[in-house]
């Protein structure tokens, strides 16, 4: 269990109701302090419900174990810790994995692959779910998993990295160069480049850039630097394919390298033309990057089907995936019905997820929808979990916040969103520089929000804590 602690409604940001952080214990040594206690009728500057502000959190557990640990007498000993309310964690977005919140559901292709979307009105109780590995991933590792690989220098083209379709303007209503697609390359050390060969998939970039960093590190450092353009790193109306670059004429020493795309062809991948999702973002099968001298090409990179591989980065990834990807080596979420018939809950409304960086917003609506028709109570509804930890840029996690928040108020307009749930860190999130030099995650996010009328509908944000 995760314990944490909800602030009172008066917050220190405007735009937000409530904020939740996490308390550790910590043993310190003995001092004396005077402490002078107000208790003095009309003179408190605000109030809350210990009940209600005071709660624990509900995560994945190993296989095989929700039935015995939400048993009556062991939630007889953990509701005798004298919380109240619960908040539902979802652990698989932070393995980059498909969330079946309900076993039961239809999917996209009629073959039984593609997107999933669980059922509203199945009979019977849901006692766990599970998440499902994305066949079409673009980033080796995040700070939430450090299992799974790129499929972009995995050493096979048949296999390929797909950035999510619900970023693409089909979607967002914007161009895409807003809500543009990228991977990186991170050689682990500065080397000399001046090449890069790339694979395309479909649908594949007609016009992106390839840039190096300026600073030490964009992942750990995102504000410590910029992102340049190879001497001849930009590429119009590109035709798919292999494409050969010679990105300058010297050799630079970097370390990382991003393929910035901003506008698609619009071709279908390997799923068919049958759902216009197939044919949307951007596709690499593979990429090779090193150095050309002569004629003779050097790649720098490692290509492997696992961790050993050349870690990379991708800006999303299509939650495209077969009901083979189940990953029940990651153990299991506990099944809705089981956690609110336990009486966990003490029949207070529970805090819940769905699932959005690697999802669909119909999935997302018909959780809600079927928690309704139950009669479960809900508080909040977290939109996604700890995008800060996968490299999510602000703008996009908003476009997708957007969308779900609208698809889930067709079933409740009267439901109330949070999120993004951030990783527990105690400065504001950095991110890379925008056209503005802003380099604050959440203003941006903020922003955007703003911007396309749905900064009310943001309730609060969280920091989970282990």
Known sequence: MKIRTMLPDASILPALKRFTICIALLTLPAFTQQVTVDVTPGHSTNSFSPLRSLGAGIDRDPLNSVHVLFNPPH????????????????????SVQAWHWNPRGKWSDPSGQGYFVGDPNSAGDITRSFGYNLPLRGTTSNYGTGSGYSRVDDGDTNTYWKSDPYLDQTYTGESNALHPGWIIVDLGSKMGVNAMQIAWGDPY????????????????????????????????????????????????????????????????????SADPRNCLGFAIREVYLGAESGGKFTDLVRHSPDNFQTATYASSVDPWHDPTGIAKDDGEQPGFDLVYKSGLTNGLPMTVPVAMLYDNPDNAANEIAYLEARGYPIRYVELGEEPDGQFVLPEDDAALYVQWANAIHKVDPNIKLAGPVFEGVNSDIQVWPDSKGNVSWFNRFLNYLSSHGHLGENNYDSFPCS
Request: one cysteine or more; proline letters at 3%.
């Open 205 to 272: 970039a007609t016009n992106y850039e390839v840039q190096y960093w300026t600073g030490d590190d964009p992942i750990g450092n995102p504000a410590g630097g910029n992102w340049k353009n190879f001497p001849k790193g930009t590429v119009m109306n590109g035709k798919g394919g292999l494409a050969k670059l010679q990105l300058s004429q010297k050799t630079l020493n970097v370390e990382f390298v991003r393929v910035l795309m901003t506008a698609s062809s619009g071709t279908c991948d390997s799923h068919g």
């Open 75 to 94: 939630v007889g000993s953990m509701l005798s810790a004298g919380w109240g309310s619960v908040s539902y964690r979802l652990n698989t977005e932070l």
